[in-house]
């Protein structure tokens, strides 16, 4: 387990809303990024890049947005209504300091303001940050973990099929 999950002066476990062993099997899908200060989701992850986690005793046992779960484990209870946004703009970041609860029309105008409409994973900003990585000879895997994307989504951004417009 990594020793800053454990030392760290934001942690405090919600133990009476989940497990510990389901804890410590959410921990162990975590890899800090010490660029970005995102706890990026190593395991299974949906087709935008978000992780999922299944726990029997949350979410009436489904699959569920692995940032979620980390709302709740790290800041406790919340309405199933509200959206956890990600400050960070990473869809695979489980780190609760990078997380907050938002309306679906506060996720919207959040989105706006860091340029991120549609379907867009990445701001321009990070766009161009990672076409530079790329002429820095940077693999797609590195740059796909340290973006929180999809070896595909970078790829596609690489070959000019996503944000073309940029450079």
Excluded at 17 to 28: H, N
Excluded at 66 to 81: D, Q, T, W
Excluded at 151 to 156: A, L
């Amino acid at each position: 387990m990594n020793d800053r999950l454990v030392n760290s002066d934001r942690v405090v476990l919600r133990t009476d809303l989940v497990s510990e062993d389901a804890i410590e099997r959410f921990r162990k899908n975590i890899e800090i990024s010490f660029i970005t200060g995102c706890w990026n989701w190593s395991g299974a992850k949906n087709d935008q890049g978000y992780g999922e986690f299944f726990c029997k005793e949350l979410f009436k046992g489904v699959h569920t947005r692995a940032h979620r779960v980390s709302y709740l484990i790290y800041n406790g209870e919340f309405s199933h209504k509200a959206y956890v946004c990600h400050k960070c703009d990473n869809p695979s970041c489980v780190n609760p300091d990078h997380l907050f609860l938002g309306t679906p029309f506060e996720n919207s105008m959040d989105k706006t303001k860091k340029q991120r409409n549609g379907n867009t994973k990445v701001t321009i900003e990070q766009v161009r940050q990672i076409k530079n990585k790329f002429r820095s000879g940077v693999r797609v895997k590195e740059i796909a973990k340290e973006y929180g994307l999809s070896d595909r989504y970078v790829r596609e951004i690489r070959s000019g099929v996503k944000r073309t417009w940029i450079t």
